[in-house]
């Protein structure tokens, strides 16, 4: 059976109540109308009731939705079965600094892997995980069973690792260096272009003097 | 007098246009396509035309864009006049990570200033960038000229800073925790949120397996 794909923004909006549901759960809320939860994330409580639809939940309309069912809810569309392992490739300051972020952060997926060329960081480990060489690339990810990958090697390395990525058993793919990411003809990796300077001059076009009115 | 702003997906366009221009222009290249300008940010060659119509930018048609030419011009668009100065606020490992990635790359902005509330940060340099106490938020940026500003401070410490925010002249934020961030009402700073954890659940969600047909 082919299930419908549910929209991208619908995905990362879930991703964003879950994060405000736990949140208020640890402050003891049990349940909570689609206007609070819309107004926490500055939209439309329109839009919290479609994007729930769109997964079939719904609430007791009186109390609000129970906040404990709706996290386990999302968990069920969001998360995998098992915890999902992720590998790094290119193991240098804002790998570590991700790395570390996020692994405070989720149970359900973990970065397990990096990779790098540096025969000095090969062999160790760095920020708690264990640094591959990027040679044994496809071996370790079928080994420790990892489909996810993010990009953190320097731009100018990225056509290199194109080959490398589609002779592995990775399916998905975060990509945080300066040059967009195309997989090899053919692939069907998902890819999400992940760039702090892009965001950076957005947020400067839109600040600038001129603009200002 | 008022200039019309041009879309967003069209500002993160151009922007990451200008580095593949960059780049080709330190490979010698001299003329661009259309069709090849597109076909490396895997979109149309409709699209790039249509994004340079917008910013009034035409070519020759038969030798393609002048890439120096619409380098100067695509900053002329994005780019101040004078270096922009951005601030971080929290100066933890991602903050670090994200200044020496940034730093080493754009000469038009710069992250000039830190900001923290730990005692053994306050007064130091962290990633070659002075780090001031969050009291002095407000006069430091007026001094420095400081209008955007990083927040890498974690989560919950955001409600505690939205008022500092409000009573400085910070007019952008890019904003890296995982919680959205709201400014003070009436305020009119442009945020752009920006979270790792989001961006790698909907790469999760659209790699796992019952989602692979």
Known sequence: MTKKLLPERTIERLSEYRRTLLRKLSEGITHIHSHSLASMHGITAVQVRRDLMLIGFS???????NVSEL??????ILDSDNVVGVAIVGMGKLASAITSYFNGKRSMMRIVAAFDNDPDKIGKEIASIPVYSIDSF????????VKIALLTLPAKALDGIRDVIDNSPIKGILNFTSKPFTPAEGSNVYVEDYDIITLLEKVAYFTKDDNLS
Chains 1, 2 share one sequence.
């Open 59 to 65: 609430s007791d309309n009186k109390k609000g939705y």
């Open 138 to 145: 496809s071996k370790e990810c079928e080994r420790l069973g």
């Open 71 to 76: 996290i386990d809810f999302i968990g069920k």
